[in-house]
């Protein structure tokens, strides 16, 4: 097993290299760089000084040479600055990051805990109103744009009952408690989480739908073994099988995905962190938090891997 | 099977408590009796709080709440000295003219006991050291036609600019920004030791762009990048009154809905800049909310590919401008606020000449220009030249801007009404800075964007082909009736050298009746700068050229 | 000659069969009936409207739903319901054609690896893997800026994005598949590869294939609107309802038929995409039936 993980761990270096590759092309061949800006909005400058500016932050030099260079620095620990923050790239990932795993961890945590129960019981009933209630709420939360149901949500909430703050990140307050955080956030969470929400309930009906027509579930039904055993002990442990894999899979998504969740609450995550590094050619911003994301997939492939095996005793590896 | 629907009712009834828990102390912090916030919105982060290096709107905004210059400018546009002693002028002898070295020098007297945010005191030095980054290669705006040749400081409080030609306002701006010398100079020979991007190894020091000392009312306390900025007091600052607000919290709010309605829930006091016109139109319903309208000097206008048919030719120019219903456009979208430009200088300026030539709105007018020029509608009604070809004008506009948008798309309406073939062409504003005006040879039609004049109105950067701004220098430089009309350019040098303001605004109004002649861009019309104000905030005083926070120690907050 | 013959025959029972159980979920009938409804508005409608897409008019502009205009104007007096049907017409092309490229691509990935196995197979699943896991978002910024906004970048963009379920699918089918007696059959016959890959492990593979389908066009269509939110998706004035949606929200007060009718066709349509999909899933299931 340990050598299996070695292995795999292994493997995740090329894949993170030819990530990073791809990135650095597709954002240094992208038109527009950050110093024609600054010469459009400045007609006393140059197209000599701008020039000399470009040489001397490397802008010149062919493509492999400056990812050659930047990769080098990275190996070195070095990330660089940013070019909007001003200043280390490592001091600004991990508050943002921080920011983002309060938000969608939350909500998967929320999204799990409302969907699998509502999974269940529509996979238990099925057909029966209920669950087509529940289909009906699930495809509700599939079928409405973010950005339109946070707005609404702040209109009501924020606007009319004046309950919650319409967006901002509990920093804006000087002394933070449970409350503050649980203040700022709720509507984000909620927001985020009605997506996935709808997706787990969907993947849990399904996958409780497989297994309790499968053989051992009516072996232990006819063993005349208590309803709620069999559904929790036969039928829903395998059922989560696949589900752990698929949670595990998408962290890496939910840690990005959060950019229109992000922009309607004001909230400083990682998902406005790489729209911002991209939109205001913030290179080496956008470099770090590929980097790590690509760490993240290949991190998450694995523990999804590795947690299978841990859940399913019928898998071997070699 | 009930208990599932038990367990899960319980679950959704515990997540409701916990909200309204979580919710309820929301209303009794509001009231809570703490320092004093004034909260302000943006949409964007500043890049930087230096002030010799404000590239952003927000930054320039965020700074005027911590930086104080030798002149600035007040609530009726005027400037005042507020740094130095007083204006230099030719009649005190402290602005000396030498008209045959075509040079000139301007003594600038520092107030005395004025400090820095560390209680060190302001001198001349500060203005120096500001000087010598200026005037370094490695400084990102340097620029050769930087028009000061030297400083000579004569006493701690006294310093000579030696101009190296003849500028026409010292009394309005220093060209040289001041910056605590005994902070940034040892910071600035570090940088340079370190070699290599000297800007960048400079710029990225904390003390520079994040948290730099300062000599206006407040100091950067805290930046959570993506968040907030926290503008605390400066503890030393006396170079105006104590203010009485204790913090400056500027909130970055990136969508524009939720800064909306962050300005009508009484969240944000302040907004300036960031609202569009309909957004504080709709501010009616919330009573707490003043919106203020502040006409700006910045000109909706669209550059022309002058140097190739049809746009060439100066009817045409003139055909399209008369095929647009301003006027419509105005009442319709901007509720009569935004006016139909008709010069490159605003109705409100002295140097606005009223009777240059207008081009209302007319599609009579205009198809009779068309078909002076050539154009006449074929057997489709499109217009076409004698050889049958359509008279095509696409509009290129800079995507993710509602209202330009929408004055796209009526522009193009109403082009198409008279037979222009056309259609909108979203670019981002990178692609249009940096390839599309640039590139001339690619570049068909019109453009349409915003301008940021200056009341001082110096049209040579704009208006003199060959010397004008980057964007426009490219197109102006061929051959094309703009950059033919020597008259212009006659003007423009007599312009830049006359000291007397009556005569200056003279000669303008006579290269304005030539440029609405001419039409060398389409003005379109002028913006107002959208502010809004909840009333708990007395004494804010906007005014096109004062910055946001000029006089920020006279408001109070309730 | 009569091999072929009774499996046409099957293949016809078979698609009766669906049939049968789509129409026993009623629901999805209905949606079935409503998204019908929905894409034949959008398409023939604007050929009965007597305005212009562009055609803006200042005099009529913000007027509430109407008998002239029965589902209002908006700001720039241009008929909103001929708006709805050309966005619609946009965003369902963009749904249709995101769907159809990322099944070209999934059914061409998925087929070659599961048929071919080997070193092809794990090349090309650790690819899809990869391209699984990646965040989507981050790089659809990226490329957007390539596009420029055009239909077509969009929808490249978001083929790129939605074809590794498929391919999964397809593969994990034929697999199962492969080691069947028919195929062998085939293969004992002499048939070409290909030939075997359309002829007999295609059509096995259709049902999950037409539910992933139904909901990449509902990704599609969500995730235009998205990237549109961010200023990144199909570029004014060419109108598509998530476009019109986010240009009314400024409106809410004022005149919010702007905002509530863009809203109401996408989140129908979302809607019966995604009970459609259901539907089918069940409909094309053939152990459904024992379920019911």
């Known amino acids: 097993m340990s050598q299996y993980i070695l292995r795999r761990f292994l493997q995740m270096i090329p894949t993170v290299l030819i990530i990073t590759v791809a990135v650095f092309w597709m954002l240094k061949l992208a038109p527009g760089d950050p110093l024609d800006l600054l010469l459009a909005g400045n007609p006393d400058i140059s197209a000599e000084h701008v020039e000399h500016i470009k040489k001397l932050y490397g802008y010149d030099r062919p493509i492999y040479e400056q990812y050659g260079r930047w990769l080098w620095q990275v190996v070195q620990g070095n990330l660089g600055y940013s070019r909007i923050y001003h200043r280390p790239v490592l001091s600004i990932i991990p508050d943002r990051l921080l920011n983002t795993l309060v938000l969608t961890g939350s909500s998967l945590l929320l999204s799990l805990l409302i969907a699998i129960p509502i999974g269940v019981y529509t ?75 709808a997706s787990w309930m969907r993947y849990m009906r399904s996958g409780m739908l497989e297994v309790i027509h499968e053989d051992y579930v009516r072996t232990a039904r006819a063993k005349g073994l208590a309803e709620g055993r069999v559904v929790v002990r036969h039928a829903l442990k395998n059922a989560l099988i696949p589900m752990v894999t698929l949670i595990a899979l998408s962290i ?50 694995l523990a999804a891997d590795i947690l299978y095996a841990f859940i399913d005793p019928r898998v071997v590896y070699t | 099977m009930k208990r599932y629907s038990v367990w899960m009712a319980i679950l959704i009834f515990s997540l409701v408590i916990v909200g309204c828990v979580a919710a309820a102390p929301a209303g009794e912090m509001m009231e809570d009796e703490g320092p004093k916030v004034l909260v302000v919105g943006t949409s964007q982060e500043p890049e930087n709080v230096f002030v010799m290096w404000g590239s952003t709107r927000t930054g320039s905004d965020v700074m005027s709440f911590m930086w104080r210059k030798p002149i600035s400018f007040g609530g009726d546009n005027q400037p005042f000295a507020e740094i130095l002693e007083s204006l230099p002028s030719q009649a005190d002898g402290t602005w000396v003219v030498d008209e045959e070295a075509g040079t000139m020098q301007v003594t600038y007297k520092f107030r005395q006991g004025l400090k820095w945010s560390d209680g060190e005191e302001i001198t001349v030095h500060d203005l120096a050291m500001a000087f010598e980054i200026t005037s370094d290669p490695n400084y990102i705006y340097y620029s050769e036609s930087f028009p000061v040749e030297s400083i000579e400081v004569v006493d701690d409080y006294t310093a000579i600019l030696h101009y190296k030609g003849i500028n026409l306002f010292p009394d309005q701006e220093v060209r040289t920004h001041v910056i605590p010398e005994h902070v940034y100079r040892p910071l600035w020979e570090e940088a340079k030791a370190k070699g290599g991007n000297v800007w960048e190894n400079f710029g990225n020091i904390e003390q520079v762009a994040i948290k730099p000392v300062v000599n206006g009312p407040y100091m950067l306390e805290e930046w959570v990048p993506g968040s907030h900025i926290r503008l605390v007091r400066n503890p030393h600052f006396n170079v105006g009154e104590e203010p009485s607000i204790d913090e400056v919290l500027y909130r970055i709010i990136p969508d524009l809905n939720s800064l909306a309605v962050s300005v009508a829930s009484g969240q944000v006091h302040l907004t300036d800049g960031w609202l569009s016109l309909e957004q504080a139109n709709a501010m009616e319903s919330a009573p707490e909310v003043d919106p203020i309208f502040v006409p700006a000097l ?23 401008l008369t095929a647009i219903d301003r006027d419509g456009i105005n009442e319709a979208l901007f509720k009569g606020q935004q006016p139909p430009a008709h010069s490159w200088i605003n109705s409100a300026h002295p140097a606005y000449n009223p ?42 506009t800079i995507s993710g801007d509602r209202t330009r948008e929408q004055v796209s798309a009526l522009v193009q309406a109403q082009w198409q009404e008279i037979g222009i073939t056309t259609e909108v062409k979203p670019v981002s504003a990178r692609l249009l800075f940096s390839e599309t005006l640039f590139d001339p040879p690619n570049f068909e039609g019109i453009a349409i964007w915003r301008w940021v004049f200056n009341a001082r109105v110096e049209p040579r ?17 061929e051959g094309n009736t703009w950059a033919e009309n020597e008259r212009n350019k006659e003007l423009i040098d007599m312009i830049d050298a006359e000291l007397d303001q009556e005569k200056r605004y003279a000669l303008l109004q006579e290269q304005q009746a030539i440029w609405a002649e001419e039409l060398p861009v389409l003005p379109i019309y002028w913006h107002v700068r959208v502010a809004t104000v909840n009333t708990a905030l007395e004494g804010y005083q906007p005014a096109d050229q004062a910055m946001v926070g000029w006089n920020v120690e006279t408001w109070e907050l309730e | 000659m009569a091999s072929e013959l009774i499996q046409e025959q099957q293949t016809r029972t078979y698609w009766q069969d669906v049939w049968q159980r789509l129409r026993r979920h009623r629901v999805a009938l209905a949606a079935l009936i409503v998204f019908g409804l929905i894409i034949l508005y959008s398409t023939a409608g604007p050929l009965f409207s007597s305005y212009s897409v562009s055609k803006t008019d200042l005099r009529s502009r913000l007027i509430a739903p109407s008998s002239e205009h029965y589902f209002g104007t908006d700001e720039l007096g241009r008929d909103i319901a001929l708006r709805i049907m050309v966005g619609g017409r946009v965003s369902l092309f963009v749904g249709f054609s995101v769907s159809l490229v990322s099944l070209l691509i999934g059914v061409l990935i998925g087929s070659t690896s599961g048929y071919f196995g080997g070193h092809l197979d794990s090349v090309l699943m650790r690819f899809t893997d990869i391209m699984l896991s990646i965040p989507s978002l981050p790089l659809l910024l990226i490329l957007s800026r390539y596009g420029g906004g055009s239909v077509l970048s969009i929808i490249l963009i978001l083929s790129v994005f939605s074809w590794m379920g498929l391919a999964r699918i397809v593969r994990g089918t034929i697999l199962s598949i492969k080691q069947r007696d028919f195929v062998e059959a085939a293969r004992m016959t002499g048939a070409r590869n290909g030939r075997i890959v359309v002829r007999h492990i295609l059509p096995s593979t259709l049902a999950p ?57 996408l989140f129908v349509t979302l809607l019966c995409i995604n009970f459609l999909g259901d539907g089918l899933r069940d409909a094309l299931d053939p152990k459904m039936t024992l379920q019911n």
């Open chain 1, 123 to 197: 996979a238990l009933r099925q057909y029966s109103l209920l669950d087509y209630l529940f289909s009906f709420l699930s495809f509700f939360g599939i079928a409405m744009p973010v950005f339109w149901f946070g707005l609404i949500l702040i209109l009501l909430l924020s606007v009319q009952l004046k309950l919650l703050p319409p967006g901002g990140h509990y920093s804006l307050e000087q002394d933070v408690g449970i409350f503050t955080v649980l203040r700022y956030s709720i509507m984000p969470v909620i927001v985020l989480s009605l997506f996935s929400m």
């Open chain 1, 252 to 301: 890496p998504g939910l840690i990005s995905g959060a950019v229109l969740t992000e922009t309607i609450f004001s909230w400083p995550g990682m998902g406005r962190l790489i729209y911002d590094s991209l939109i205001n050619n913030d290179f080496n911003i956008a470099m770090a938090v590929f980097l790590i994301f690509a760490f993240l997939v290949a991190l998450f492939n």
């Open chain 2, 298 to 320: 910045w000109l909706e206008h669209a550059t022309i590919q002058v140097n190739r048919p049809p746009l060439s030719d100066k009817l045409v120019r003139q055909a399209v």
């Open chain 2, 355 to 396: 009777d240059v030539r207008q081009y209302n709105y007319d599609p009579d007018e205009a198809l009779r220009l068309l078909a002076e020029a050539g154009y006449t509608p074929n057997a489709d009604g499109q217009l076409a030249d004698s050889d049958g070809n359509l008279l095509e004008i696409p509009i290129i």
């Open chain 2, 461 to 477: 950067g704009f208006w003199y082909p060959g010397e004008s701004a980057a964007q426009l220098d490219q197109l102006f430089a």
């Open chain 3, 209 to 265: 294939v037409i539910v992933n389908a139904t909901l990449t066009l509902g990704f599609a269509i969500i995730a235009e609107s998205s990237l549109s939110y961010l200023g990144l998706g199909v570029q004014p004035p060419t109108p598509t309802w998530g476009q019109m949606l986010i240009g009314a929200q400024q409106f809410m007060e004022t005149a919010p038929w702007l905002a509530l009718i863009p809203g109401l066709f």
